[in-house]
Structures are given as C-alpha cells and as structure tokens.
C-alpha cells in the first residue's frame, strides 16, 4: 500500500510539472501495487480498489481494472460505503449508467466527502453537465481546504479523475484551482 501511495504522489508530482508521460506511467504503476496490495489485504479494505480505480483512469485507461472490481465485489453485493462506490466508478468507467446509479445510491449513508463523489457520479451517469459540474466544484473546494493529503502532494486527485471521466462523456469542465495541474 505504502509504494502504491509512493507511485501515486509521483504521479501527482509529473501532472503538476507538466509531464503527462511521466504521470501517467506513475499512475499505472501505482494501479498494479494498488490492486497488488488489495489482494494481500483483508477482504473489506475497499479504499486500495478505489485507489487503483483512480490510478488507472488517470494513466489513460481503467477498462480492464474495472471489469476486476465487479468481478471481486459485484457478487458479494457489499454493504461497505468505499465499496459501493468503488462499485460505481467500475460502472461508469465501463459506461454501465444503470449499475452506476444503484451503487451512487448505496454511497449514501457516507460522509460529506462520499455525498460529494456520489453526486459528481450521478450526474455523469445522468449526463448531466450541470450537475457533474457543480459537484465537481464542491469537490475541489474541499480538497483546496484540506491541510493535508494521502500522497503529500497538495492536487484534488479524485476531480481530475472525475473530470477525465467526464471527458469520455464529452462532459468538459473548466475549473480553476491551485490544486488543479494548470491553473
């Protein structure tokens, strides 16, 4: 988990110097320890299929991850709030909107921090640029607050991935953020 934490914030660190090659090799080598280190780890430690959901889309895929995370926890049919959403963003990398709005709804007895995520989720599997949008807003304000982050590395990680998926959508935001690559 530690290394894929490691190669993540390396990532991190190339999309902020403006080396997308270098990010998104960081990314996918973060993506096999993160699914690596899920396969090592207790049977509900569903933050490590996040991760490697969230590593995968931002190196440029997620197709083959996500068909990975619905064979490992669609037939459990978990109850735990990380997994239903790692479930949905499964979903909606593979375009499977329908699955994606049962898992968004199973996201909501979550903290502020999942409503968030979920409502950015549902309004891409509503193709709602509107919505996706104004989630996605709240989703960097919160990371701009926050005083510390899992890699060390000040970047709102989950709306760049949110944002790449929507982008597969043709849903295109514009935002404007000091932890966003860019701005």
């Known amino acids: 988990m530690t290394a894929a934490v490691e190669r993540d914030g390396a990532g991190q660190q190339a999309l902020l110097a403006g080396d997308a090659r270098a990010a998104r090799d960081a990314f996918a080598q973060a993506a096999e320890l993160y699914r690596q280190s899920w396969e090592a780890a207790h049977p509900r430690a569903y933050g490590r299929l996040v991760g490697m959901l969230k590593s995968a889309v931002l190196a440029g895929g997620g197709a083959p991850e996500a068909e990975y995370v619905r064979g490992a926890l669609l037939d459990a049919s978990p109850d735990s709030v990380t997994a239903s959403y790692a479930c949905a963003l499964a979903a909606l990398i593979?375009?499977?909107?329908?699955?994606?709005?049962?898992?968004?709804?199973?996201?909501?007895?979550?903290?502020?921090?999942?409503?968030?995520?979920?409502?950015?989720?549902?309004?891409?599997?509503?193709?709602?640029?509107?919505?996706?949008?104004?989630?996605?807003?709240?989703?960097?304000?919160?990371?701009?607050?926050?005083?510390?982050?899992?890699?060390?590395?000040?970047?709102?990680?989950?709306?760049?991935?949110?944002?790449?998926?929507?982008?597969?959508?043709?849903?295109?935001?514009?935002?404007?953020?000091?932890?966003?690559?860019?701005?």
């Open 94 to 183: 593979l375009e499977k909107d329908d699955d994606a709005r049962v898992w968004v709804a199973r996201m909501g007895a979550g903290d502020a921090a999942f409503a968030r995520a979920g409502e950015a989720l549902a309004g891409l599997a509503a193709r709602d640029p509107d919505r996706f949008a104004g989630a996605l807003e709240a989703i960097v304000r919160d990371f701009e607050a926050r005083a510390q982050h899992l890699t060390g590395v000040a970047i709102a990680d989950t709306a760049l991935m949110l944002r790449e998926l929507g982008a597969r959508r043709g849903i295109v935001t514009r935002l404007e953020s000091p932890v966003l690559p860019g701005s």
